[in-house]
């Protein structure tokens, strides 16, 4: 492909800027500087840009901590996920892997493989999600046997989920709880506990798949995946 393309594509300046570094002999290939824009370069080839090395590179993934007050969405009239990126992370392509509520945080994909993304969320692949939560309510072990049967939300039957009881405020009619599930229907965990009488609080993804929040990634932070993160997920 064409090297300014090339570089456009890993997002290291538009095109009008990329004139300018030809230009002013910013840019070289195996050691040779190159000024012309047409120049062809394979995707494999080592490419230079004031001496620092650009490799290419298809997709991208970003595991990000989202915070609440932000939306799942690559265009809204509210702040979206993509608004948290950097300037030199955003991609005209990428997009949030399923939908988090404005109010739900924690983990969530962005990406630009379609195929990937499709996989992830296809109902018959079933992916697990888990999320941490706190509930109005005490949760009691007969809420634990009804999302295991399968809960009945009106229009579709939720498959089988795994409720765990982490704790019960008694005096404060709260209870901490983690709940896996296997589809990402609209509001399902909330819908699911409203099923059973209660109402959900705070809702916060902790995993998917195979990843898993860090512990260390703040809200509103994000990180790329490993290379072993992205295998384990294409494996998945």
Known sequence: MRIDRFLSHMNVASRKELKSLFKAGRVRVDGTVVKDAKFKVASATMVYVDDEPVRYQTYFYWLMNKPAGVVSATTDPQKTVL???????????????????????????????????????????????????????????????????????????A????????????AQQESQITVE?????????????????????????IKMGPLELP???????YRALTETEVTLLKAN
Do not use: C, W
């Not at 498959?159 to 008694?170: E, G, R, T």
């Open 83 to 157: 608004d948290l990126l950097k300037d030199a992370d955003r991609r005209d392509d990428l997009f949030p892997v399923g939908r988090l509520d404005k109010d739900t945080t924690g983990l969530l994909l962005l990406t630009n493989n379609g195929a990937l993304s499709h996989a992830l969320l296809s109902p018959k692949k079933h992916v697990s999600k888990v999320y941490r939560a706190t509930i109005a309510g005490v949760v009691t072990a007969d809420d634990q046997a009804r999302f295991e049967a399968g809960l009945v939300l009106g229009d579709f039957k």
């Open 181 to 205: 599930i296997h589809e990402g229907k609209f509001h399902q965990v909330k819908r699911m506990f409203h099923a059973v009488g209660k109402e959900v609080l705070t809702l916060e993804r």
């Open 215 to 221: 512990d260390d990634l703040k809200r509103g932070q």
């Open 159 to 170: 498959q089988p989920a795994q409720l765990d009881i982490l704790n019960v405020d008694i």
